[in-house]
């Protein structure tokens, strides 16, 4: 059976070089066995995608450290770029590493999901790594977390990027914002209503689990990075006549990767073309149609999302490459 699938891919490497305050995801450093062993179920991963020549791929890489610092990540990039059956191969990255090595793919393929931290790398290494990617020709786009002490920092970066490059703006975990906050966010971001509150997803028909799936180090196949649930795995291929069309079965959607894919939103026409790399058909205009916001009634404070019901939790002591909460 030839299949058109999108695989949002996550191994068990957890170490970052940036400690950002406020990320939800807890970081470990990773021994070299541990690193060895994610080296290795990538190696995996990207055998079997070169092997599925029938179908139709393509592949985000969502880590929870950081790959481009690792060279089995850019490798893996470059040579799922070069398969005449991969549509699409992009990684949500920090950009604290080198990028001449993406001359030696196909860039027409490859595409990066650019992160901002303030605090974590200096603004010029930061703007340098990007104009890089401009000369490069290499897709990509450019976010920040919207914090307060954020925000000049956003308005200088917009400013400094090409008017094409997208800015988006994520919510920060557990923050409410007002109308005035939200504006001002807004301004740099047409998209930012978007991420402002959780989406209702309970029952809402989402392509995750048909033509979208998360795998894990493991080749366990679940329908998002959001639900434990395994639809079978990837290498045996249990997983394929798992696939169909199925509502979400949690209450709420708050996460990009996730609610760009519930089919009650236009994301896939506002992103066409550019779902995987976040990159909108056009970045300066907000979809016609009522307002995205407020999706959903803002929960109150609370903790991060790491434990918070309708989200993942991070990797601990045990290992699990790809945890999730119960549901």
């Not at 605090?119 to 990509?140: D, I, K, N, S, W």
């Not at 998360?214 to 366990?220: E, I, K, L, P, R």
Request: proline letters at 10%; charged letters at 25%.
């Amino acid at each position: 059976m030839n299949t058109e699938l999108t695989i949002l891919y996550r191994g068990p490497l957890a170490s970052c070089d940036y400690d950002c305050p406020y990320c939800p995801f807890a970081k470990r450093r990773d021994t070299g066995e541990q690193l060895r062993g994610d080296r290795a179920a990538l190696e995996r991963f990207t055998a079997w995608a070169a092997a599925q020549t029938g179908d139709r791929l393509s592949v985000l890489f969502t880590p929870w450290g950081e790959g481009l610092v690792r060279s089995w990540y850019r490798r893996a990039l470059v040579e799922m770029s070069l398969l005449p059956h991969v549509g699409r191969v992009a990684i949500q990255t920090n950009l604290s590493g080198r990028t001449g090595w993406l001359a030696e793919a196909d860039r027409d393929k490859v595409a990066l999901w650019c992160t901002y931290h303030p605090g974590q790398t200096p603004y010029e290494r930061f703007l340098a790594r990007c104009r890089e990617l401009t000369a490069l020709g290499v897709r990509h786009s450019v976010g920040i977390v919207g914090l307060d002490e954020h925000l000049e920092e956003a308005r200088r970066l917009r400013s400094a990027l090409p008017p094409e490059v997208y800015l988006w703006v994520n919510a920060a975990e557990g923050h409410t914002y007002t109308d005035e906050q939200a504006d001002r966010w807004t301004a740099l971001d047409p998209l930012f209503p978007y991420s402002r509150h959780p989406h209702r997803s309970a029952g809402l028909p989402c392509r995750t689990g048909e033509s979208v799936v998360s795998v894990d180090g493991d080749g366990a196949v679940r329908r998002c990075h959001f639900v434990r649930a395994e639809l079978g795995n990837l290498y045996d291929g249990s997983y394929r006549d798992a696939l169909g069309p199925r509502g979400c079965p949690l209450d709420v959607c708050d996460c990009h990767i996730g609610y760009v894919h519930l089919e009650t939103l236009p994301l896939y026409d506002v992103f066409a073309g550019g779902v995987l790399e976040r990159i909108p058909a056009d970045p300066v205009r907000m979809p016609p149609g009522p307002a995205p916001a407020p999706a959903c009634t803002p929960p109150p404070a609370g903790p991060a999302r790491a434990s918070a019901p309708d989200g993942p939790v991070s990797p601990g002591p045990s290992r699990r490459p790809l945890p999730f909460v119960s549901r």
